[in-house]
């Protein structure tokens, strides 16, 4: 059901217009962040705001949308940006990831590969890979145009020095076609294989700091490292306990007070798919007991 | 072949200043400061504070544009070049030690990476290369080797001093800017850095530019002494005879007003 009082997907045209400018320059220079005329949503700044003007700017009537939020598809920031579509575009839904011609993310990429034609929305908090070792903004600009990026490492010396090993594990920095230093937004580093040659678009909306920038379909994305120290991917030590999945990534669920505890996919609709596959995990027989 | 032997083969000045001037609005920062740097050279300026000596410096080293003039860097011209190759130059072949370590040092980070930052920006990757570098950086200036995974913050005034110069000494420069390195450092410690920074001086065969209000210190250090007034050079020559035998009034009147203790 549309909501008529709105024009399609909430912004009005010309709003839509001004971001589809902002994401093909995006598109034309990977990583590069251009900033754009971020506008009021009717939600939180943090809640998604970028991502949201990000999947408006890029819906039709056709389009199939599928919305996650670390991972899941049933958790409050997904479940109410879906029904935000649904109501003021009167888009499909699906949480199905194959059959979703738009994903709209937080902080993760589907587990299941994504293919040509698909279009993965991020929301991101807080674009500039630069920020916490450098806080001024015309520095950090200077930064990338001088392609000055000895800081960056700074960091990863710093973690090293610190914790033996490499201790950033999500926002993890990636350099861009050799040239800008990207941040993926708070994905796990798992996920930062992923973002590179892939064949689906990756667009990213930071709402609040006002700032697209985008991945075109097989680009490539270096996960920065040293060469004694490479970059590893990192997941929890476990399979799914639902499904059994040895190589997905999972989340820590406490499920008492004795100690008890039991690692699922993070991805719920990959997850499923594996179950209703016949796949069960160590504890997938069973209902999964919901403590109060 | 050793860094004297080094400097004994060059026939050009590594840095030629010609006329350079820099004006805020209609007050003169310096004026007409023209001089010649020769590698290994140690050239001091002194001046009273307001003098122009801090600007003089901060437009050689490429911190603030200057209105009028040339500068040469080994026959290239600095004022000319595009800010990349500037910043490339200011990683490389140019360190700046400023007067209060807290605006040379990241306070936030630990001396090993304080010291391995201009390796890293000039594409070092090896973890374990740059943590070597770094150790025998901080023993080159009397930092013991557990101090590196410390930050600057938990250092005394003198040691933090000491963990610039490393990081500033660390990609092998040939030309060093020092904005009063000894200043407010009591005169022990203060003792001991000249110490070092003329063994480093010496040993690597730098050309250093060092401004100060100490005449003590550009007598250990400098083999050249300019002397600043008003924005303008009113003496210039070799350290002892402008110590010893000073022409300008100005120059008089800075050298008797030493305390003798």
Same mark, same amino acid.
């Given at each position: 059901?549309?909501?008529?009082? #709105? ?26 962040? *251009? ?18 003007? *990000? ?11 599928? *919305?996650?939020? /670390? ?50 929305? #991020? /929301? ?24 000055? #990026?000895?800081?960056?490492? *700074? ?138 | ?17 010609? +006329? ?40 050689? =080293? ?12 080994? $026959?290239?011209?600095? !004022?000319?070049? +595009? ?50 570098? =770094? ?5 080159? %200036? ?27 000494? &660390? ?13 407010? @450092? ?17 040993? !690597? ?9 100490? @005449? ?20 210039? $020559? ?16 800075? &050298?008797?007003?030493? !305390?003798? %203790?």
């Amino acid at each position: 059901m549309t909501d008529q009082a #709105y024009n399609f997907a909430y912004l009005d045209e010309q709003t839509k217009r001004m971001i589809r400018r902002a994401l093909l320059k995006a598109i034309a220079v990977p990583g590069y962040q *251009v900033p754009f005329a971020s506008r009021e949503m009717p939600m939180p700044y943090g809640w998604g705001t970028g991502g949201v003007q *990000v999947t408006a700017a890029c819906l039709t009537p056709e389009d199939r949308l599928k *919305v996650i939020d /670390q991972g899941a598809d049933d958790t409050t920031n997904a479940v109410s940006i879906r029904k935000f579509f649904q109501r003021t575009a009167g888009v499909a839904t699906t949480e199905h990831t194959p059959d979703a011609t738009v994903i709209q993310t937080r902080h993760r990429i589907p587990e299941t590969a994504l293919k040509a034609g698909q279009i993965l929305v #991020y /929301q991101v908090p807080i674009p500039e890979p630069l920020r916490f070792l450098e806080p001024r903004e015309s520095e950090t600009r200077k930064m990338h145009e001088l392609e000055d #990026y000895g800081l960056m490492h *700074v960091k990863l010396y710093e973690d090293i020095a610190r914790h033996g090993t490499i201790a950033t594990a999500y926002a993890y920095p990636v350099k861009v076609e050799g040239r800008y230093v990207m941040d993926p937004s708070p994905i796990p580093k798992f996920d930062n294989p992923k973002l590179s040659g892939n064949a689906a678009i990756q667009l990213f909306g930071a709402g609040r700091e006002q700032r697209i920038y985008a991945l075109p379909p097989w680009t490539e994305a270096v996960s920065l490292d040293f060469d004694d120290h490479p970059f590893q991917p990192s997941k929890a030590p476990h399979d799914c306990d639902l499904c059994g999945a040895a190589d997905s990534y999972l989340d820590e669920l406490i499920t008492d007070d004795l100690g008890g505890r039991m690692f699922v996919c993070s991805d719920t609709d990959f997850c499923a798919g594996r179950r209703a596959a016949g796949h069960i995990g160590r504890l997938g027989a069973a209902e999964p007991e919901v403590v109060p | 072949m050793t860094a004297m032997d080094r400097i004994a083969a060059v026939t050009r000045p590594l840095l030629q200043v010609d +006329g350079l001037t820099k004006r805020y609005g209609a007050r003169i920062g310096c004026a007409d400061v023209t001089f010649d740097l020769w590698p290994g050279e140690v050239l001091g300026i002194v001046g009273e504070s307001g003098s122009g000596k801090s600007t003089l410096l901060s437009c050689l =080293a490429g911190h603030q544009r200057a209105d009028l003039g040339r500068i040469l860097y080994d $026959g290239r011209d600095v !004022l000319a070049m +595009g800010e990349t190759e500037r910043r490339g130059l200011g990683r490389t072949d140019w360190a700046f030690v400023h007067q209060n370590p807290r605006d040379g040092l990241r306070m936030g980070v630990t001396a090993g990476g304080n010291v391995g930052e201009r390796l890293m920006a000039v594409g070092a990757r090896h973890y374990g290369q740059i943590r070597d570098k =770094a150790t025998d950086w901080l023993d080159r %200036v009397e930092i013991a080797a557990d101090r590196i995974d410390d930050r600057p913050s938990a250092f005394s005034g003198g040691m933090q001093q000491r963990l610039q110069i490393a990081r500033n000494l &660390v990609s092998s420069p040939r030309l060093v800017f020092m904005d009063e390195p000894t200043g407010g @450092l009591d005169v022990s410690v203060q003792a001991r850095l000249l110490d070092l920074l003329r063994g480093l001086v010496r040993d !690597l065969g730098l050309s250093v530019v060092i401004v100060t209000h100490d @005449l003590a210190v550009v007598r250990l250090l400098a083999h050249r002494l300019m002397v600043m007034k008003s924005g303008r050079v009113v003496e210039q $020559g070799l350290t002892d005879q402008v110590l010893d035998d000073p022409q300008h009034a100005y120059t008089q009147l800075l &050298v008797s007003s030493v !305390l003798q %203790v």
